[in-house]
């Protein structure tokens, strides 16, 4: 019997993996219906649009300069990642994949672009963990069987066929099981309360094999060459995967970078303890290739870097030339001083931006810790912004105690106060009041920056402090901006131990709090391991 042709359009269709053909160009020439539904579009809307229209700004600076390069030289590239914007304007994390087909018989050529929703993997591998638990079960179901077989011999046939039927179902479920383990693209080790292995897949068994030290065939995990996220410095004995999850741990999203040198690879590294009558019996760890996320991430801050270095230099010389001139304003006419005036200003608001570029890319900074009032720093802050807000139809109010020792940096907080304030005046376009609050506990303070304008959705503030972000709403009323002050914003609040959070419903406004350690709490901060 011949077997059925395979239906190649329902399996483009149906596969679990988003599909895209484009040209040589961009152009979107098909799209599978996996990914339709992810991006919530049409064929129609998506089909003769630009693939880089799906991408945020940033993103697309990445493509061009990391992916794009590839598809002309080597014909493919694999696992960049990036974010997908929905017909919703949300973000969806996204590795991407794609391979060049080259022209034949005259025709153009094409591009495949495979899409993996993060997300979604990362759903998948719970379920996995899931599965291991339930086996387990399953297994000790099977030795509790076992075991009333031997005491109750007036039931052994009867009991004996339940155990057959489930020790098939066990073996079944151990089979498939295996399968999974050796297909799935993440390593997976189960250890016992000893830290005896258990269980090692394939991938695990080859990630293994790159961490081996030269001329080595076999070794344990303290002679493995496993390195922190500087990639230079090698883990403790106590810090390394299996020993953390062997004294108990759970933990998450762990970097740890295999073997040295070119080959080097980056796998984030997860672990579940699996306990039983109130005991710790044993360890699942999970070991996920994150290699090529950890260099885009790296060459795309390294390309803001650069670009906005290269661009500082010389704005700077232009503000130098156009500070002279200004200088003799008494002798020039005064159109061309106002127009020098004008170009002045927007010269420093240029500066500030590749300033913000330079700092969003920069990474930890050092903080230059002073006795501070820090109400008299929000009045300060408040005062200076003053002027834009009256000029916007927007008031402050503020509700702070005469006076708040601390200490801190008083200027990275102070960048810190003027990015609210200004975000409070910027997207309250229909004016209001601004109100400026702070109190003092035992411990800590908390400031508050609250404003009655446009307000964000849910889904906009799970993405206000990722790197370039806009609102829709922002983009549609040409507020500007280019989403890089509360980034800043966050990384200096986390520099002096704190937080900051939001709170915010659309046409209502937004509330922003900044929670800052007093001097006394912050001496005793002791840094947690990062799950």
Known sequence: MEAAPLDYEALFHDAPAGYLISGADGTILEANRTLLSWLGMSRRELVGTSFLKLLPIGDRILYATHAAPQMGVAGAFAELAVDLIKADGARMPALLSASRVPAENGGPALDRVIVFNARERRLYEQELVNTLRKTEEAEAARASAEASVFAQQEALRQKDLVLQESLTESRRKEALLETILNTVEVGVVVIDEAGTDLLTNSRQIHNRQRALPPGIHDAEEHDLLM?????????????????????????S?????????????????????????????????????????????????DFVANVSHELRTPLTSIMGYLDLLLEDADDLPGHVTASLKVAMRNSEKLLALVSDLLTAAAGGSTLALQATDLSELIRSAVTSAAPRAEISGVHFET?????????????RIGQVLDNLLSNAVKYSPDGGIVTVSARRTETHTSIEVADPGIGMTAAEQGEVFTKFFRSATARKAAIPGVGLGLVISRKIVEEHHGTITLHSEPGRGTVFTVTLPVAQARANFVPVDPL
């Open 227 to 251: 390195f922190g996220p500087d990639r230079v410095t090698l883990l403790p004995a106590d810090l390394r995967p299996l020993r953390r999850a062997m004294l108990g741990g759970s933990y």
């Open 253 to 301: 999203d762990q970097l740890v970078w295999f073997g040295a040198g070119e080959g080097q690879q980056a796998l984030s590294v997860s672990a579940r303890s699996v306990r039983g009558d109130g005991a710790f019996r044993g360890s699942v760890i999970v070991f996920s290739d994150v290699t090529g996320l950890v260099n885009a991430v790296r060459a795309k801050d």
């Open 399 to 411: 509700d702070l105690p005469d006076t708040l020792p601390d200490t801190l940096d008083p200027q």
